[in-house]
Antibody, heavy 122, light 110 residues
């Protein structure tokens, strides 16, 4: 069965960096676009970034553009989110998710991990 | 990348039907048939309920249906059950390979 397990969350000071990981199993990781989506405490879902199946295309939400970098290692079945210049408003649960279709992004997120909490605070 | 507009709350009694709207623009909901709906129970990850406007993934009850007219998509839950009480989010593909979510609707089963 499809499994997505996020890790790397924690408490970090404003301006510092953090890298999240997402370990995938139960499917051919290299065939699917992957996403990061976040949810601030008590708030709604916010799309963060998407990466194509082969890593050749990456797109970001306006609020993280220039600060966050999405990447993947298809040999390790892992997705990453490098977060730099963190702000208090980046505090959220970060979910990784898999596209429903193989190939490039269809914007439909079929499988989700359980999320990892990132708290940005001094 | 403005969020799609959803009503903050909706409610219905068991057995009734309720419809949740999701309004965007011609650059997202109105321009593409890539609207999805997600259900999220407290403390849980979102679950895909509807994709490509009106299609249901395997395992989702046929009480859940989706539609779209112009720049507004809708999710209808028929025959409401207690377990349908949750937050519901719409999303859409948006121009320039973006994804945009709605603000979410809290569905209460009275």
């Amino acid at each position: 069965q499809v499994q997505l397990v996020e890790s790397g969350g924690g408490v970090v000071q404003p301006g510092r960096s953090l890298r999240l990981s997402c370990a995938a199993s139960g499917f051919t990781f290299s065939s699917y676009a992957m996403y990061w989506v976040r949810q601030a405490p008590g708030k709604g879902l916010e799309w963060v970034a998407v990466i194509s199946y082969d890593g050749s295309n990456k797109y970001y939400g306006d609020s993280v553009k220039g600060r966050f970098t999405i990447s993947r290692d298809n040999s390790k079945n892992k997705l990453y989110l490098q977060m730099n210049s963190l702000r208090t408003e980046d505090t959220a649960v970060y979910y990784c998710a898999r596209d429903r279709k193989t190939g490039y992004s269809s914007s439909c997120l079929e499988y989700w991990g359980q999320g990892t909490l990132v708290t940005v605070s001094s | 990348q403005s969020a799609l507009t959803q009503p903050p709350s909706a409610s219905g009694s068991p057995g009734q039907s309720v419809t949740i709207s999701c309004t965007g623009t011609s650059s997202d909901v109105g321009g593409y048939n890539y609207v999805s709906w997600y259900q999220q129970h407290p403390g849980k990850a979102p679950k895909l309920m509807i994709y490509e406007v009106s299609k249901r993934p395997s395992g989702v009850p046929d009480r859940f249906s989706g539609s779209k007219s112009g720049n507004t998509a809708s999710l209808t839950v028929s025959g409401l059950q207690a377990e349908d009480e949750a937050d519901y989010y719409c999303s859409s593909y948006a121009a320039n390979n973006n994804v945009v979510f709605g603000g979410g609707t809290k569905l209460t089963v009275l």
